[in-house]
């Protein structure tokens, strides 16, 4: 019987890193934002596999979910403009030696007509077929008359691509905060909120505050984005508290805060008194 060849397409959103690496591909950085008289980027990326690859480059679009997952979509929303048809990139299509890396040029061309707001779409490193195989997939096994399923991965990395135009504001509080505790692992859930016309982009930093003593910092998330198409993300984080901390006579203070990189602004805190 003949061959049945399955291919597993794997999209994957770096939005909280400086770069961000998956099938053997390097991107940095992993968020552009056109904002001001900002026109261009380039970015860069690295082969860091041992065999030549090929990578097509090309534009996706995604809707986040409140729970911090993407959906793909084919259509704007009331609250999604796409960024693609004012972006131009080039080249469109790369190939990698090993432990080559190349730079790609993204270019932002206004039109007259933008509204004010946020545009985002998603750029899109797709390997070709072939480039990748997946480990342990080889057999002798010459019997033609049984069959056979080969998976092949395809892999690829995508950035969000953010066009900034006219008059813009944004806002974000944080609600609903409370400590769950299952066995030994305890979990901070709150809610993270945004109003506004465009998406907010920052670092979740926790402490605990014990009502004598120092704060110790028992959390921190990276790179946490709520985008426009939803006004709220569900948060469930995991605390880094371990045996020695023992979360009472005190309280939880949550900050969000502008990224690691960024000048410091306090974008949002509440405190849980425990």
Known sequence: MKKILLIILIPFLGINLHSFAQGNLLVTPVRVVFEGNKQKEELSLINTGNDTAIYSISFLQYNMTEDGNFEAIEKSGDNQEFADPFLRVFPRQITLAPRESQSIRLQYRKANNMKSGEYRSHLYFRADKGNNSALGMETKDKDTSLLSVKI???????????????????????????????????????????????????????????????????????????????????????????????????????????????????????????
């Open 152 to 274: 092949t991965p395809v892999f690829g990395v995508s950035i969000p691509v953010i066009i900034r135009n006219g008059e813009i504001k944004v806002s974000s509080t944080i609600s609903n905060l409370r400590l769950d505790k299952s066995d030994s692992l305890q979990y901070i859930k709150f809610c993270l909120n945004r109003s506004g016309n465009i998406s907010v982009y920052g670092d979740i930093i926790i402490e605990y505050i014990p009502n004598q003593g120092k704060a110790i910092e028992i959390g921190t998330m990276r790179g946490i984005a709520i985008y426009t198409n939803i006004n709220k993300r569900n948060i469930s984080f995991k605390l880094n508290t371990g045996k020695a901390i023992t979360l009472n006579n005190g309280k939880i203070k949550i900050r969000f805060t502008s990224p690691k990189d960024a000048p410091y602004l306090l974008y949002a805190e509440q405190e849980l008194v425990l």
